[in-house]
């Protein structure tokens, strides 16, 4: 069974930065090709953020997050970081770390339907 543990959520101000920690021992020692962050504003729906091969560390980025996120990782750890910077009131949102094993061009693997493993979630706030 693959568990994905979030922290790091909070309250910040807009213009602020926070750092999202998904740590997973399960989903590195299982091999799964992607972990990937997720979010989900009140009243919406989920939608990808940014993706991480965890075999070679490339990485893909929505539009929406592309120069204020970045994604790490620390293998030994074996936990992925989300630094986001320059947060706006839009960034608001439940923010989901999930892991899969499926394989194909790392621009598709933003889709939801894509994970079967979901973490429980952080809270994300930027207020203005």
């Known amino acids: 069974q693959v568990q994905l543990v979030e922290s790091g959520g909070g309250s910040v101000q807009a213009g602020g930065s926070l750092r999202l920690s998904c740590e997973s021992a399960?989903?590195?020692?299982?091999?799964?090709?992607?972990m990937a962050w997720f979010r989900q504003p009140p009243g919406k729906e989920r939608e990808g953020v940014a993706v991480?091969?965890?075999?070679?560390?490339?990485?893909y980025y929505a539009d929406s997050v592309k120069g204020r996120f970045t994604l790490s990782q620390d293998t030994a750890k074996k936990t992925m970081y989300l630094q986001m910077n320059t947060l706006k009131p839009e960034d608001t949102a439940m923010y989901y770390c999930?892991?899969?094993?499926?394989?194909?061009?790392?621009?598709?693997?933003?889709?939801?339907?894509?994970?079967?493993?979901w973490g429980q979630g952080t809270q994300v706030t930027v207020s203005s």
């Open positions: 991480m091969s965890t075999g070679s560390g490339s990485t």
């Open positions: 399960s989903a590195y020692d299982a091999g799964r090709n992607y």
């Open positions: 999930a892991a899969t094993r499926s394989f194909a061009w790392i621009g598709y693997m933003l889709a939801s339907s894509r994970y079967n493993y």
